[in-house]
């Protein structure tokens, strides 16, 4: 993972998601810049993506963890 804070990026390598994505590193915008606030570089994530037009955006994002993603 990786954090662009000015920019409101984030770059995660991630699992299938059956019928959306294949497995693959990709750059997400996130909703708000206060979602990665807490984050470094190379921490574990769980996040949870919506779509925004032809795009998706990252809605909420934790450190490792099996917190509910809400």
């Given at each position: 993972?990786?954090?662009?804070?000015?920019?409101?990026?984030?770059?995660?390598?991630?699992?299938?998601?059956?019928?959306?994505?294949?497995?693959?590193?990709?750059e997400f915008p996130v909703k708000s810049a206060e979602?990665?606030?807490?984050?470094?570089?190379?921490?574990?994530?769980?996040?949870?993506?919506?779509?925004?037009?032809?795009?998706?955006?990252?809605?909420?994002?934790?450190?490792?963890?099996?917190?509910?993603?809400?």
């Open positions: 993972m990786s954090l662009d804070e000015r920019d409101r990026k984030i770059t995660l390598k991630h699992e299938e998601t059956k019928g959306l994505m294949a497995a693959m590193t990709m979602l990665l606030k807490d984050l470094r570089q190379g921490d574990r994530v769980r996040f949870k993506i919506s779509p925004q037009g032809s795009d998706f955006v990252v809605e909420n994002v934790v450190k490792g963890g099996k917190e509910a993603l809400r």
